[in-house]
């Protein structure tokens, strides 16, 4: 459980942390632009695994490939993730929390039998479309 929050956020701090969408968002929507002008077909926003309560951004059902487009703060880019000063335990805990479940989910994947593909924000589209590529057997395209 989260320790209680102890700083007064803004308003506009407020509406903007809302404002995060949790799909759809820009780095998704330009990969699955590149993969979709590639010819490759995939799902959206689906359970791989229909009894583990997470979905993947972006999934190859008969390839048993997850993709999951991860944003550099909320899921702790190593090159790019910044810690808020203020509430700083909070955010670490939350933070890491993400973290956390993002781990157990690869791994449980794995163990179905799913491969897991990691494409941070910054990451560019045809370079992941690139990767995902590889993994379906298609090369670089």
Same mark, same amino acid.
């Given at each position: 459980m989260l320790p209680p929050r102890t700083d007064l956020v803004s308003d506009a701090k407020r509406r903007? !942390? /809302?404002?995060? =969408?949790?799909?759809d968002t820009k &780095?998704? !929507?330009a990969l699955r632009q590149e993969l979709h002008r590639r010819g490759l077909r995939y799902r959206v926003h689906v359970r791989p695994v229909p009894e583990l309560r997470r979905t993947a951004d972006i999934v190859f059902t008969r390839a048993h490939i997850a993709v999951f487009?991860?944003?550099?703060?909320?899921?702790?880019? &190593? *090159?790019?993730?910044?810690? &808020?000063k203020a509430? +700083? =335990?909070?955010?670490? *805990?939350? =933070?890491? #929390?993400?973290?956390? /479940?993002? *781990?157990?989910? +690869?791994?449980?994947l +794995? +163990? @179905?039998?799913?491969?897991?593909?990691?494409?941070?924000?910054? *990451?560019? &589209?045809?370079?992941?479309a690139d990767r995902?590529?590889?993994?379906?057997? /298609?090369? #670089? @395209?």
């Open positions: 903007a !942390m /809302r404002g995060q =969408l949790a799909r &780095p998704e !929507m487009v991860q944003g550099c703060f909320w899921h702790r880019c &190593p *090159e790019h993730a910044t810690s &808020p509430n +700083a =335990l909070w955010w670490q *805990e939350k =933070l890491q #929390r993400n973290v956390d /479940r993002d *781990e157990d989910t +690869a791994e449980r +794995a +163990a @179905s039998g799913w491969c897991v593909i990691i494409v941070w924000e910054h *990451e560019d &589209p045809a370079a992941a995902i590529a590889v993994a379906l057997g /298609r090369g #670089r @395209s």
